[in-house]
């Protein structure tokens, strides 16, 4: 009778998929294009919660705050009549390159573990969320905002606070008027 020889391999314990959804490059651009890059933000900030690096996350958060003031100011800036198009392109394509540089790997290693990802619609909602915030938060600044002016036109005025003074605004409304953007 030969010996039987005794396995020493452990048996394999199946793997747990993650409990945890998260959003891919996609669902970032979607959420840009619907809320700017706030909303679009929140979505990596969430991936970086979930995944258990929360400094990641609200570094990417406060990143998000500040572009989209940026943004904000840039759009303030750009004539009426001028196209946005490429601006709004260039965002939603940029929001998504770095969330997939950023973040493409966690993904990837989520979904090979199983691990489910949140939906489209959800992505969609939480980028009208991010622009309802915007909206609110700009007719907030409008409202408690500078709250005094001088009027060049029907809907021309410079407005005016923190130590700066009425003749200093007049100026400005007199380059404005010679630089052509104030006409009438």
Not at 28 to 49: E, K, Q, S
Not at 115 to 122: D, F, T
Request: charged share 15%.
């Amino acid at each position: 009778m030969e010996p039987v020889e005794a396995s020493l391999a452990e048996p394999e314990i199946p793997q747990v998929p993650p409990e945890y959804r998260l959003y891919t490059p996609q669902h970032v651009g979607l959420a840009t294009f619907l809320g700017t890059p706030l909303a679009g933000a929140y979505l990596m900030a969430r991936n970086y919660w979930s995944l258990g690096n929360p400094s990641s996350g609200w570094n990417c958060l406060g990143l998000g705050v500040v572009g989209t003031i940026l943004i904000l100011a840039v759009a303030a800036l750009i004539p009426s009549r001028a196209p946005t198009t490429a601006l709004t392109i260039g965002l939603v394509f940029g929001m998504m390159h770095v969330a997939k540089g950023l973040q493409q790997k966690s993904i990837d290693t989520h979904v090979a573990r199983q691990g489910r990802l949140h939906s489209g619609w959800r992505a969609a909602g939480v980028g009208l969320l991010g622009c309802t915030v915007v909206i609110v938060g700009v007719f907030g600044w409008v409202i408690v905002g500078p709250e005094e002016k001088v009027t060049f036109g029907a809907n021309e005025e410079v407005y005016f606070e923190d130590g700066a003074t009425e003749a200093e605004a007049r100026r400005v409304g007199d380059a404005l008027k010679q630089a052509g953007y104030f006409n009438g």
